[in-house]
C-alpha cells in the first residue's frame, strides 16, 4: 500500500496580553464569533465549543453577504489548557496549535495539513488572516 505524505502549513503570531487571556479568547463561542474570519467580508454568526477530549466544536462560516457558507468542525484529541490544542477536522486532517507564554505576550503556532483543493499559498494566507485577525481581537480586549 502506497502512502502519500501530508503536506503541513504553519501560521504564527505573538499576541500582547497573557496566555490565559489569550486561552479564553481562542475557546469561549462569544469570542470566537468575534473574530473567526479571514476577511472583514465573512462572519463567523454561531460557534459550539465542547473544550474536552472527544468533545466538539462547529463553527458557522459565511459570507456576509450570504452568498455562500460552511460549517468548520471536528473533534478534540489532546488539550492542555494554556499550552496545546489538538484536533482532528471532519475531512480527517489533523491541526495542532501551540500557545507560549512569554512575559505578558503569548506565542500561537498553528500547523496543520494541507487540502487537496486550494493551493497551499491561499491555505497559508486564509488560516495566517484569521490568527492575525485573532491578534487584533485580543489585544483589543487588554
Known sequence: METKEK??????TTVNAPVDQVWKL?????HITQWNNASDDWHTPHAENDMQIGGGFLCRM?????SFGFDFSGKYLEIKENELI????DDGRKVHISFEAEGNATSIIESFEAEGVNSLELQKSGWQSILDNFKKYAESKI
Not at 503536506?7 to 504564527?12: D, H, Q
Not at 481562542?26 to 462569544?30: K, V
Not at 459565511?62 to 450570504?66: L, P, V
Open 7 to 12: 503536506t503541513i502549513i504553519t501560521v504564527e
Open 26 to 30: 481562542w475557546t469561549l463561542p462569544e
Open 62 to 66: 459565511e459570507a456576509k453577504d450570504g
Open 86 to 89: 489538538v484536533y482532528v477536522i
